[in-house]
């Protein structure tokens, strides 16, 4: 596929590095994929503030590198999954964008609403995806090869058809669908209109409250309306309901969010209606 329609010209990588702060290797190799996808993981969280602040979602380049490397913003899977190919791309691996569903109901399958990577170099092949809040802190190999740990977290991509997949989440003593996909590359246009209905249809999970995660290897934090709650690979949990300024401090100390006076005085009024 052309790189033309992604840009990824445009990237600035070593604004981009000094964001996640990364200063290692960069030979397009899995050692160097698994490290960078690392740092982005726990540099850049997963969130939905611009749809709830009434804005649109761009995923072109330039719009995604401005908000998550200048403005030290996060975003949801196409904004993670744009910028995050780019960067592949200049660092020298080949680079496949796919259309995920999420969830795993066969009889009832959601639409196509999260994307996800193919990454290749070398002769090896893994699975990346730095947007997907709740899944994956490092790429997995690519084919059905057993659990996966990551930190205490693990899963699995298993086979589901001729060039169909699921990722796996282990929860307790059993596994849980993530997501599931095809082989089949999209293109630019098809993320456009993916992150539309993500961004705009009242069915989306997106519409609506603030969404805001930051997973790590042994917890995970997520801000879901004014509930914030942490939860560990063995299913404890924390919960709490935080107040006005609790949620601002939240945004900023728990997830590393610059966001303005007048944007988190919206995102209260939001929240109050």
């Known amino acids: ?22 200063a290692g290797d960069l030979d397009p190799t899995g050692a160097t994929l698994r490290a960078v996808h690392l740092a982005h993981v726990a540099a850049i969280p997963f969130e939905n503030l611009d749809i709830v602040l009434g804005r649109e979602v761009s995923v072109d380049l330039d719009s995604v590198q401005d908000k ?23 660092l020298g691996y080949s680079v496949d964008r796919l259309l995920a569903r999420v969830g795993g109901d066969e009889q009832r399958p959601r639409p196509r609403s999260h994307m996800t990577l193919r990454v290749q170099a070398g002769g090896e092949r893994w699975l990346a995806d730095v947007g997907f809040g709740l899944g994956l802190l490092e790429p997995l190999p690519w084919g059905d090869t057993g659990p996966h740990p990551q930190g205490g977290w693990a899963y699995r991509l298993v086979a589901v058809g001729e060039r169909t997949w699921q990722v796996r989440e282990r929860q307790g003593e059993s596994w849980s669908a993530l997501y599931s ?18 961004s705009n249809h009242p069915s989306s999970p997106f519409v609506g409250r603030p969404v805001v995660i930051r997973k790590e290897p042994h917890s995970r934090l997520r801000l879901h309306g004014r509930q ?12 709490r309901r935080l107040t006005d300024p609790e949620l601002g401090d939240a945004l900023c100390e728990e997830f590393g969010l610059r966001l303005s006076r007048q944007e988190t005085a919206v995102l209260l009024d939001s929240l109050a209606a």
């Not at 200048?70 to 744009?82: A, D, N, P, S």
């Open 181 to 198: 996909f095809s082989e089949e590359p999209q293109h630019a246009s098809d993320v456009v209109v993916a992150n539309y209905f993500t």
């Open 228 to 239: 914030l709650s942490l939860t560990r690979p063995d299913g404890s949990s924390e919960e």
């Open 1 to 22: 596929m052309s790189d033309d329609e992604w840009e990824i010209d445009r990237l600035d990588l070593d604004a981009y590095l000094h964001r996640i702060g990364y």
């Open 68 to 90: 998550l490397i200048t403005r030290h913003r996060g975003g949801y899977c196409y904004e993670h999954g744009v910028l995050f190919a780019a960067v592949l791309e200049r």
